[in-house]
């Protein structure tokens, strides 16, 4: 009975910060103008150096907007380090954020395209991660097809340009990007080769 209870503690918690930071998505679209150089203006970015947002999931974007306002907050010392994004937020409200996150995520997700000559092996390291290495499975924490888990604010990292994922990736063995909740990407970057950094971002790319 007692954890029963903490788990109600903990579950209507949860939901009272969720209402708090609710976003609204129509005040999103107007605050999301200035993204839209960048992003695109349905959050579909039309360079590969600039992630898609369009269907990402709202609490994992929720995140990311606080972690870069962190950045901008304590010199990079905090939250997730990068200059033009710690620039945009720097003036950003809660529910500026919350809106924006709200916005996007209403989207319809991206859809690329992954090479054909790399599926079955982008799909098996992606399913069984690489045994012989210790490199986990990406699809326990982003799901067989990359979609990520909401709740758990774990991105959709399906349809994204591969080399803004792999960008990441590499960000995350460097350590460079260090805002990933108990370092787990760091730990399993720090498994991966650069082969296998670059076959997981273009099979990611076509993957939903």
């Given at each position: 009975?007692?954890?029963f ?19 609204d ?11 839209a ?10 360079t ?7 269907g ?6 929720l ?18 380090n ?19 996150a709200?916005?996007?995520?209403a ?18 390291l ?21 979609n ?43 498994k ?17």
């Amino acid at each position: 009975m007692k954890k029963f209870a903490i788990f109600l503690g903990l579950f209507f918690g949860t939901a009272g910060i969720a209402v708090a930071q609710s976003g609204d998505a129509e005040a999103g679209k107007e605050k999301s103008q200035v993204c839209a150089a960048c992003h695109g203006p349905n959050g579909e970015s039309p360079t590969d150096m600039y992630p898609h947002l369009a269907g990402q999931h709202e609490k994992y974007l929720l995140k990311q907007l606080k972690d870069f306002k962190r950045a901008s907050e304590t010199g990079g010392e905090e939250g997730r380090n990068n200059p033009i994004m710690m620039g945009q937020v720097a003036s950003l409200s809660e529910q500026d954020m919350a809106d924006l996150a709200a916005f996007y995520a209403a989207k319809d997700s991206p859809k690329g395209e992954t090479p054909k000559d790399l599926i079955a092996k982008g799909e098996d390291l992606f399913r069984r991660g690489n045994p012989e290495t210790n490199m986990p499975s990406c699809a326990g924490c982003h799901g067989p097809r990359g979609n990520g888990m909401g709740l758990a604010a774990f991105p959709d990292i399906s349809g994204q340009h591969a080399a803004y994922t792999k960008s990441q990736l590499e960000m995350f063995r460097s350590g460079e990007r260090a805002n990933d909740p108990n370092g787990m990407m760091q730990g399993v970057t720090e498994k991966m080769t650069d082969e296998e950094i670059e076959l997981l971002s273009k099979f990611l790319s076509g993957l939903y």
